[in-house]
């Protein structure tokens, strides 16, 4: 069972695929991950992809693939495992596609947690964090006990840059002119499945456990 997990930036594709894995114990194979772990091990691969990244350019999709093939073929991907991260853009797809047809394998679900953007922003935009201790609030959804203050430390909270209405629909708009269209690929090949992210992440998870059977 090969999944793929496709949301928005905040629209809890994480929180789901942590799930996923949980349940149907399976990896949860991020790319991050894997240039980490193959930077930190000093693989031959994760010396390639280091170069790239210490002159500060992106992975080549080539590459990427490759590491991403060296760790699924590890045991304890043998039962399938989600991918989250990737692929991110068309040509990605296609190289993931040919990849996984050579090994008479495919993407069975790619999961499309759904998310309008004004929810996004409404979520992302509300984080507040402690700049002492890095706790985390939202102002509507986990208040501290004092407004504007951290309820562990008493330092005054911030909202990080990341989470600036403008941050948020600036990374919006790169994530549906990128990444959108991944969902027409994958709906084309007849994998594609949508779920109703702005539920509870009980429910969403519900209704992803129902696709997945
Ligand atoms: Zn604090």
């Not at 942590?18 to 894997?34: E, F, L, N, Q, R």
């Not at 005054?156 to 948020?168: G, H």
Request: proline content about 5%; hydrophobic content about 35%.
């Amino acid at each position: 069972m090969i999944i793929v997990m496709l949301g928005a930036p905040g629209a809890g594709k994480g929180t789901q695929a942590a799930m996923i894995c949980d349940k149907y114990d399976i990896p949860h194979v991020s790319t991050g991950d894997i240039f980490r772990a193959n930077i930190k091990n000093g693989t031959e691969l994760g010396k390639k992809a280091k170069a790239f990244m210490d002159e500060g350019k992106l992975v080549p999709d080539e590459l990427t693939i490759e590491l991403l093939l060296d760790r699924v073929s590890q045991d304890d991907c043998a039962k399938g495992y989600v991918l989250d991260g990737f692929p991110r853009t068309i040509p990605q797809a296609e190289v993931l596609t040919n990849a996984l047809a050579k090994a008479g394998e495919k993407v069975d679900f790619a999961i499309n947690v759904d998310v309008p953007d004004e929810n996004i922003i409404k979520r992302m935009s509300g984080r507040r964090s402690c700049p002492k201790c890095g706790a985390s609030y939202h102002v509507e959804f986990v208040p501290p006990k004092k407004e504007g203050i951290c309820d562990v430390c008493g330092s005054e909270l911030i909202q990080r840059e990341d989470d600036k209405p403008e941050t948020v629909k600036n990374r919006l708009s790169v994530y549906h002119d990128q990444t959108q269209p991944l969902i027409e690929y994958y709906e084309k090949a007849g994998a594609l499945q949508a779920v109703d992210g702005t539920k509870d992440k009980d429910e969403v998870f519900a209704d992803i456990v129902s696709i997945l059977g």
